[in-house]
C-alpha cells in the first residue's frame, strides 16, 4: 500500500479541491489513521509524509471554508427548510 499512497493522496487533493465533498476527507483521515506514527511497521519516512498530506488537506478545508458566507455554512438542517425559512 505505501508505494500507492502519493498517487492516493494526489487524487485524494484534487478531489476535494474540486468538489468540496467530505467524503475525501474521511478517506484522508482513514490514511492518517492507517499510518501515523502510532500505528505498527509503519516507516517513519511515510509517517512523516502522511501528516505533510494532512496539513494540505487541512489547509484547502480552511480555505474552502473560508470562501463561504455565514449564511451557506451547514447548520444540520436540511438546505430546503433554510432556504425556505422566513427568518
Keep these: 500500500m505505501s508505494p500507492l499512497l502519493p498517487q492516493l493522496a494526489e487524487k485524494l487533493a484534487s478531489g476535494f479541491t474540486l468538489s468540496k ?3 475525501f476527507l474521511w478517506a484522508t483521515a482513514s490514511i492518517i489513521r492507517e499510518f501515523s506514527a502510532e500505528a505498527e511497521h509503519v516507516d517513519p519516512s511515510t509517517s512523516t509524509a ?6 494540505q488537506q487541512a489547509l484547502t478545508f480552511l480555505r474552502a471554508l473560508s470562501d463561504l458566507m455565514p449564511e451557506e455554512l451547514p447548520d444540520g438542517k436540511p438546505m430546503y427548510l433554510v432556504r425556505d425559512s422566513k427568518f
Design 21 to 23: 465533498q467530505g467524503c
Design 50 to 55: 502522511v501528516y505533510q498530506f494532512f496539513e
